[in-house]
């Protein structure tokens, strides 16, 4: 995706060879105009697949998500890291482990809003390891809906996470494929 | 906001005098549509105030805020409740109290993104004892840029949030005004 490309060429921050910041517009300031047109082209990517609902996980996923449940006609659930006071429900929880922070922690969604005959697009803002992409797709498999692709705002190519998702025959689309951070240079995959 | 208020009537649940839980389109699950409407009724409201940056707090406060945005051509940034490994720049700070979760939480914003030239709006799910906005609000001042409103989805009138805001000077703009939840039902404010 063009756009997405020039703005983190322009805005990123190549901290290290693995990590990129994002945070001028889409992990702490967020550039709404930016954020639409992420959410319309997942939803021309998506649009044929019969989506009902769009889960992905708080905080920097809540924006992306909505415009594409705004295009796609469809709600957004957002997963939440801990169980807060009113949300007592019966839940559904997985475990996810950050490699970044070295922490493991549980992300839930109600059961209330989810439930067997829906078909669920996940969303998140990065792809590295895979490891909340797969939590939030065990989620919506715990409802026994199902998982009908991955939307990923900024894929890590160079780390394991795409590869591992589609070796579990999860449709995954990357709107900016990063293949390397080296050299505080940011390379995207070109097809 | 009429669309709001039949929302909140229609699939607000009531679990107490104090409690009201609209975790089927805004804390939890978030409806779109909705979010989009109630972005326009922010920016037709502060049109003309001049706003360059919306604030707000993760996670409930962001798809309003994004929305929004959207409509008035301006980055918003969420404060985040805790300092995460890629966000080490300088960080404005300020402490928050929670009266429903009795904790206290520290807020922050990068001073990367936000300047004394910003005329700034401030926008929150909701509004009770008012902590949260306050220090948001506190955010900005430490950046010397003008506090210019508060938009609120839904202010919880029987709480002193509101009198404290006005009371310091703030113009609060809230969505939707409930007046009561006695009685397990939604009363609002009529003017």
């Known amino acids: 995706m063009h756009a997405l490309e020039q703005k983190i060429l322009s805005e990123g921050i190549v901290l290290s060879d693995q990590v990129l ?9 967020i550039d709404p105009v930016l954020m639409q047109q992420i959410g319309k082209e ?6 044929d697949a019969g989506i009902t609902k769009i889960i992905t996980i708080e905080a920097s996923g809540i924006a992306p998500a909505v415009m594409a449940g ?10 939440r890291k801990y169980q807060s006071l009113t949300l007592k429900d019966d839940l ?12 493991e922690s549980t992300i839930a969604i109600s059961n209330k809003h989810i439930s067997s005959s829906d078909k669920a697009l996940v969303i ?6 895979g490891q909340a992409a797969l939590g939030l797709a065990d989620l919506i498999h715990q ?24 070796d579990k025959g999860y449709r995954v689309e990357s709107l ?4 390397s951070l080296e050299n505080g240079t940011v390379e995207f995959v070109r097809d």
């Open 21 to 29: 910041k994002v945070d001028a517009f889409l992990n702490h300031q």
């Open 42 to 47: 997942f939803a021309a990517r998506f649009k």
């Open 70 to 79: 705004l295009e796609l006609g469809v709600p957004v659930i957002f997963a």
């Open 92 to 103: 559904y929880r997985s475990k996810v482990f950050s490699f970044t922070k070295q922490i």
């Open 124 to 129: 998140d803002d990065f792809l590295a390891n």
């Open 143 to 166: 409802a026994n809906a199902e998982v009908v692709g991955i939307g990923i705002v900024i894929e890590k190519s160079f780390q394991p996470g795409r590869q591992l998702l589609l």
């Open 176 to 179: 900016a494929r990063v293949k």
